[in-house]
Every structure is written in structure tokens, then in C-alpha cells.
């Protein structure tokens, strides 16, 4: 196995570079608070577009799920309509059977 060797420490020029390199970092977030936002604004419109698409599909599903709700009971209706007649009848049919 090869032993380790620790990296050379950095040169003069290295860290001089690495400054230089920070520097320019820190002047372009300068730069960025000086011009405003960079397109701050323009998410923020996208965010309440989807806000209110959100609020939309909400409202649509909760009326269709009321109508879901109101078809069900119109089916349960519709057969205790269809079937006490004719349980009636079949009640009738077992008293009267002799």
C-alpha cells in the first residue's frame, strides 16, 4: 500500500485567488440587493396562479362530490320505491298462503 501524503499546504496565489473569488461572489449579491428581487416577483404571481387553480379544482370537487352524494340517494330512493311495493306484496302472499 502507498502511505498517505498530506496535501501541500495552499500558496500565496492560491489564497490570493480564493479572495479574489469571494470578492466577486460578494459583489454580485450586492449587485442582486441593489436591482431588486431577479424574479422574486415573478414566482410569487406563479405561486397565486396555482393558489387559485388549487381553489378551483377544490371547489369543482366539492360539488361534485355533492352531486355524487345526491345521485346516491336518489338511487337508494328509487329502489326502496321499487322494492316495498312488491315486499307489501310478498308479505300479503305468506299471510294469506293457506
Same mark, same amino acid.
Given at each position: 500500500? #502507498?502511505?498517505?501524503?498530506?496535501?501541500?499546504?495552499?500558496?500565496?496565489?492560491?489564497?490570493?485567488?480564493?479572495?479574489?473569488?469571494?470578492?466577486?461572489? @460578494? =459583489?454580485?449579491?450586492?449587485?442582486?440587493?441593489?436591482?431588486?428581487?431577479?424574479?422574486?416577483?415573478?414566482? %410569487?404571481? %406563479?405561486?397565486? @396562479?396555482?393558489?387559485?387553480?388549487?381553489? #378551483?379544482? @377544490?371547489?369543482?370537487?366539492?360539488?361534485?362530490?355533492?352531486?355524487?352524494?345526491? =345521485?346516491?340517494? %336518489?338511487?337508494?330512493?328509487?329502489?326502496?320505491?321499487?322494492?316495498?311495493?312488491?315486499?307489501?306484496?310478498?308479505? %300479503?302472499?305468506?299471510?294469506?298462503?293457506?
Amino acid at each position: 500500500m #502507498a502511505d498517505y501524503t498530506a496535501p501541500d499546504s495552499p500558496s500565496l496565489r492560491d489564497i490570493m485567488r480564493l479572495d479574489g473569488r469571494i470578492d466577486k461572489v @460578494e =459583489n454580485r449579491i450586492d449587485a442582486m440587493d441593489q436591482h431588486g428581487s431577479r424574479g422574486v416577483g415573478a414566482l %410569487q404571481v %406563479q405561486v397565486m @396562479e396555482l393558489i387559485k387553480d388549487v381553489s #378551483a379544482l @377544490e371547489a369543482r370537487l366539492s360539488a361534485e362530490l355533492k352531486s355524487v352524494r345526491t =345521485n346516491r340517494w %336518489q338511487l337508494v330512493g328509487a329502489f326502496l320505491a321499487a322494492v316495498l311495493p312488491i315486499y307489501g306484496l310478498l308479505i %300479503q302472499i305468506v299471510l294469506t298462503k293457506p
